[in-house]
């Protein structure tokens, strides 16, 4: 095509122009990305279970509210299940000067990702990890499913 035949209507070839539209429209629907799950503990008993599910490759995220600058800490127990992997494990604070001062309320953050599907059971202890004659002050377990 030339440029006198661009500018002014050149003849277009319906099936290719098809084929490509369709293409463009297959891939755009198989590339879709797995949807990402944030489960939040919000205070609650000493003792709780959620359960969630979720797709192969995607990440889940676990909070578990704490208080900075404390002797105790949220810590996986138990892992139940080889399809999640343990990606990083963070601390945030609530205050917005970003600093861990005691008594505010903080965050112990486990992000996992979904490396095949099946089932697993996460357990987390709130606790001083080095403490192991005393109970944990509250547990926590999720139990999560992962589709294909």
Not at 67 to 75: D, E, K, L
Not at 87 to 98: K, L, P
Not at 106 to 121: E, I, L, N, Q
Request: net charge neutral.
């Amino acid at each position: 095509m030339n440029l006198n035949e661009f500018l002014h209507g050149a003849r277009v070839r319906p099936l290719p122009c098809l084929f490509a539209i369709s293409l463009g429209a297959m891939i755009l629907g198989c590339a879709s990305s797995p949807v990402n799950r944030v489960i939040t503990l919000d205070g609650g008993p000493a003792s709780a279970r959620k359960s969630t599910t979720m797709q192969e490759d995607a990440t889940l995220t676990v909070r578990l509210p704490t208080t900075a600058g404390s002797i105790y800490a949220w810590r996986l127990i138990d892992e139940a299940g080889s399809n999640l992997t343990l990606a990083y494990r963070v601390t945030e604070n609530d205050s917005a000067t970003n600093h861990l001062h005691g008594d505010r309320t903080a965050w112990d953050v486990f992000t996992f990702v979904a490396s095949k599907p099946g089932h697993a059971r996460l357990r987390f202890a709130y606790d001083r990890p080095w403490d192991t004659e005393t109970p944990p002050l509250k547990q926590f377990a999720l139990d999560v499913h992962v589709a294909e």
